[in-house]
């Protein structure tokens, strides 16, 4: 009798046990099945006519370099809300032993037609990675997303945050350069056969990425210490001291630089490797973009424009537009004031084929202002721009809009951004090209921004349009009806934001090339340009061996 009832709990016992295992995997199946939908369905969207993959590379504090793939559907007509944006992980490791400080990205290849998007060499681009640990890394990247027939080879890994990882084969690390001494600051390719790296150790070198040798190496001479107290116990050799960044001209000739501790600026010659003159920055500079007696007054970012006309130096809190002979012709002072973290000058018709070059400044406070180098501001109307007028001798570029900003869901400062044409993918009836953001506290954005928004904030934003006098803004806290008027238009629509979870310090980004049909061999990068300028590499070599102060 007792053995009965047993037998009878037992059987019960496992009818239960296999009902709970029937349930778990129907779960399983329709777990997986959602999964399996919600790929296909990301497929199909990076798959869709009209759609374009970005590449984004970040480095950060925390020694990782984070490699994200961004795909954005094609606007339908009339309607940009539309757009959608799906985030995809490459890959993320710790590249260097601390923080990396710079990235630089080779020159994508180029293409045979205008109307084609198939490159002539392999489809592969560089990457140069920096950091304060003394070391160049190098990678390869793939030009273009994987095909259909690769991700199905390769299917995504699981997360326990629920990003998706895709990683692409072709993505391939190619080693490290160790001919500096000291943090590197800057990186920087003129072509796709030099890589030019900057370092706090005074020196930029010049490496040829055939076989990765340094052909010449140019030396900037150590600022003098001056302002050290009496009783400083730093030793010798630690006072401050390195290049902070360096522009090259259009034409590969002549390269500008600004280091730590000395306010002034050196042009070399990169054909002979030697220095051709140096220009300090007098009193009245300093004074026009808010450096003090206490302040280091050293340069912080230069650029040239793309025509090589002029050049722009950024400082801490303001920047100087130079003409070609060296003489300043406009001031940029943010307002409300704040620091300046990132420069670069922006062809605001890039996806339209309409020239129009703009100067965009990325701030402390979450914003990125675009100036016309070519026209001068009117005249301010608030106190502490009146009296920021009144210490600058030189006349103001014009604010023709920003993006971003605390009210606009950007709070955090920007430390690099990257502006993209996509007119070779079937978008140039849009005159729509992507700005793509990063912030400190890790966020990385993807704003989209069309051509015709910078006339309408050159006409309503910032020419002094005057409104109504009985705006009751314009009788808030004393400010007059122009000032009121006078505020900056607001350019760009956000598409989407991705969490990198890092302290990001520096991004580069490119837009991908269509797969191609048949894939070449991975040779060796075009060696098509054998030098920055005219010059030989034997003149190169020849100079190197002579770069003194």
């Known amino acids: ?21 029937a349930d778990a995997a129907a779960t399983n199946v329709s777990v997986n099945t959602n999964a399996q939908k919600q790929d296909r369905a990301s497929d199909q969207q990076a798959q869709a006519p009209g759609a374009i993959t970005i590449q984004i ?17 094609k606007p339908s007509t009339g309607d940009e809300s539309a757009q959608t944006v799906q985030f995809v992980d490459n890959f993320l490791f710790q590249a260097h032993a601390s923080a990396i400080k710079c990235l630089a990205l080779a020159p994508l290849p180029e293409q045979k037609h205008q109307s084609s998007t198939q490159p002539e060499g392999p489809q592969k681009v560089v990457l140069a990675s920096g950091g304060t640990d003394e070391r160049v890394n190098l990678y390869t990247l793939s030009a273009s997303p994987p095909s259909a027939s690769d991700s199905s080879k390769f299917p995504t890994i699981p997360t326990l945050a629920g990003n998706k990882i895709l990683e692409n084969p072709k993505n391939r690390e190619l080693g490290s350069l160790l001919h500096h001494s000291s943090a590197i600051t800057a990186l920087y390719f003129p072509s796709r056969s030099k890589l030019l790296s900057a370092a706090e150790d005074n020196t930029i070198a010049v490496t040829r990425t055939r076989d990765w040798s340094v052909v010449s190496t140019i030396k900037a001479p150590r600022p003098k210490v001056q302002g050290r107290p009496s009783g400083d116990t730093a030793p010798p050799g630690c006072a401050p001291a390195g290049v ?14 600004v280091g730590r501790g000395e306010k002034c600026m050196r042009l070399w010659n990169l054909v002979t490797g030697r220095k051709a003159g140096v220009l300090n920055f007098d009193r009245k500079i ?31 809190r303001g920047a100087v537009v130079f003409g070609i002979d060296s003489v300043p012709t406009r001031v940029l002072l943010p307002s409300p004031r704040t620091k300046l973290h990132q420069m670069k000058y922006i062809d605001v018709g ?40 009144a210490k600058s001798s030189l006349p103001a570029a014009q604010l023709i809009a920003q993006l971003g900003g605390k009210d606009h869901g950007q709070a955090s400062r920007i ?26 506290d890790g966020a990385i954005k993807l704003w989209t921004l069309n051509e015709a928004e910078f006339p309408a904030a050159l006409e309503d934003g910032s020419s002094g349009k005057k409104k109504d006098k009985s705006d009751p803004r314009s009788q808030k806290n004393g ?20 969490e990198s979870g890092n302290r990001i310090t520096c ?24 030098g920055l300028g005219e010059g030989s590499e034997e003149e190169e070599d020849s100079s190197g061996s002579e770069n003194e102060n």
């Not at 202002?369 to 009296?387: C, I, R, V």
């Not at 400010?479 to 934001?497: D, N, R």
């Not at 991004?507 to 054998?530: C, G, H, N």
């Open 1 to 21: 009798m007792a053995k009965r009832k047993r037998d009878e709990a037992g059987q019960r016992q496992g009818a239960a046990r296999k009902v709970m295992k």
């Open 57 to 73: 590379i970040t480095g950060s504090y925390e020694r990782v370099l984070h490699g994200i793939t961004a795909t954005v559907s």
């Open 244 to 257: 902070n960044d360096f522009a090259v001209h259009p034409s590969m000739k002549l390269m500008l630089t």
């Open 286 to 316: 300093l004074e026009s973009v808010l450096e003090g007696k206490y302040s280091s007054g050293e340069g912080r970012r230069i650029s040239w424009d793309s025509e090589g006309e002029e050049f722009t130096v950024a400082f801490e």
């Open 350 to 389: 890039m996806s339209s084929g309409n020239k129009r070059e703009l100067l965009a400044l990325s701030t402390e406070d979450g914003r990125i202002l675009f100036y016309s180098t070519k026209t001068n501001a009117q005249p301010p109307s608030t106190a502490e721009s009146n009296k920021d007028a």
């Open 415 to 440: 430390k690099d951004f990257e502006a993209l044409p996509i007119q070779a993918q079937g978008w140039n009836d849009n005159k729509t090209f992507l700005m793509v953001t990063c912030s400190s």
């Open 479 to 498: 400010i007059s009806s122009t000032s009121a008027s006078a505020a900056v238009a607001q350019v760009g629509m956000l598409l989407g934001t991705y």
């Open 507 to 530: 991004m580069k980004a490119f837009v991908m090339l269509a797969p191609a049909a048949e894939e070449l061999d991975e040779s060796d990068i075009s060696e098509s340009d054998e």
